[in-house]
């Protein structure tokens, strides 16, 4: 049957995503001695609503864009150039430590500063918006009273 599934095409998920860039992907099959070799494009999601992981976490109290992040950034900015019609959301999260007024402010200067970053690199600012959310909306539990998670110190881009 591992044959005749090859013919069928498959919905493959990376995570950090690459946008637009032609990959060459070999599957082998056990038994089998010569692979089986296809190229593809990675797409992102295109519908509304959509997340677009970039794995992109910050510093406690922090919201400067580190530089080894760029690269990550800059996929996004390839995809976007991609899709000029797409607009996104850049939602800002912290963890809880601090005050929720503090993660507030932190969580919205983290997504201003994403957004000008891309913005500096040639994405129409009136394609981004921005939100900040503190603490509200944890990606990753907490264990009993734990205030810290560095996980949650985060964005996430939500195509709308």
Request: glycine fraction near 6%.
């Amino acid at each position: 049957n591992v044959l005749s599934d090859v013919n069928l095409s498959y919905d493959l998920e990376f995570s950090p995503c690459m946008f637009g860039e032609e990959v060459e992907i070999e599957l082998k099959v056990k038994g089998i001695e010569d692979s089986i070799i296809g190229k593809t494009v990675f797409r992102s999601p295109a519908d509304e609503g959509f997340s677009i992981d970039v794995n992109l976490l910050f510093k406690n109290g922090s919201w400067t864009v580190q530089s080894n992040d760029f690269p990550k950034l800059d996929r996004l900015v390839q995809l976007m150039n991609y899709r000029p019609d797409m607009k996104i959301l850049v939602e800002g999260h912290t963890d809880r430590l601090g005050s929720e007024k503090t993660n507030l402010y932190i969580s919205n200067k983290r997504a201003a500063s994403v957004k000008d970053y891309l913005v500096s690199k040639g994405v129409k600012a009136n394609r981004i918006s921005t939100k900040g959310f503190g603490s509200s909306k944890p990606a990753y539990s907490y264990y009993g009273k734990e205030v810290i998670n560095e996980l949650n110190r985060r964005i996430e881009i939500v195509i709308q």
